[in-house]
């Protein structure tokens, strides 16, 4: 089995696919780490990668029963994607606390707001495979593999509405 655990930087994908690999046995694969492992890295800069994703792509494709943890999920062919949501206002704390630049906190917080990585997972995945994952993700994940339904997928439409007024100050 596959899985990918996706969203925007921050939101706690690296903190849920290591438990969740662990508790359904799957190999956790950090993007940016198995990127520089593959020389796969083809330019950094601010902290950001740009990576080659046909090796990517090719390297994942070849191995079975993975949670990839990566804030991009359209390249990988997997089961189930999950894309991790948080409160604007809490992602914002937690990418300054990270030191980022204003700059690139803001834009963090835009594209969650805007639902980026949900809208990326919707155009190159089913969306009967694609969850949103608001709380208790461990648990929730781990609940949806066990006994994956449709209702709970991206196929009855998304439940989350950050694009508020307030919402929008943190990014001015
Ligand atoms: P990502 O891999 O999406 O960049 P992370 O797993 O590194 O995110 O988590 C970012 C920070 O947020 C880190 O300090 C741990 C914290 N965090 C993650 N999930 C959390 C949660 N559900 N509740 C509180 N803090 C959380």
Redesign the pocket.
């Known amino acids: 089995m596959k899985v990918a655990i996706t969203?925007?930087?921050?939101?706690?994908?690296?903190?849920?696919?290591?438990e969740v690999g662990a508790l359904l046995h799957l190999q956790h694969i950090?993007i940016a780490k198995f990127a520089r492992e593959w020389g796969a890295v083809i330019e950094e800069e601010d902290g950001t990668l740009i990576v080659d994703e046909d090796i990517l792509k090719e390297r994942i494709d070849a191995m079975d029963d993975v949670v990839i943890?990566s804030?991009f999920s359209e390249i990988f062919n997997v089961d189930y994607v999950f894309v991790?949501r948080?409160e604007p206002k809490?992602l914002y704390e937690?990418l300054k606390?990270?030191g980022y630049s204003l700059q690139k906190v803001k834009e963090n917080v835009l594209a969650e707001i805007l639902d980026s990585c949900l809208i990326n997972a919707l155009q190159h995945h089913p969306p009967q495979r694609v969850f949103e994952i608001n709380e208790n993700?461990v648990e929730e994940i781990v609940s949806i593999v066990k006994n994956p339904s449709p209702h709970k997928s991206l196929l009855h439409g998304s439940k989350t509405a950050f694009l508020t007024e307030e919402n929008l100050t943190l990014v001015e």
Do not use: F, S
């Open positions: 969203g925007t930087p921050g939101v706690g994908k690296t903190t849920v696919a290591r950090e943890d804030h991790l948080c809490i937690r606390e990270r993700p």
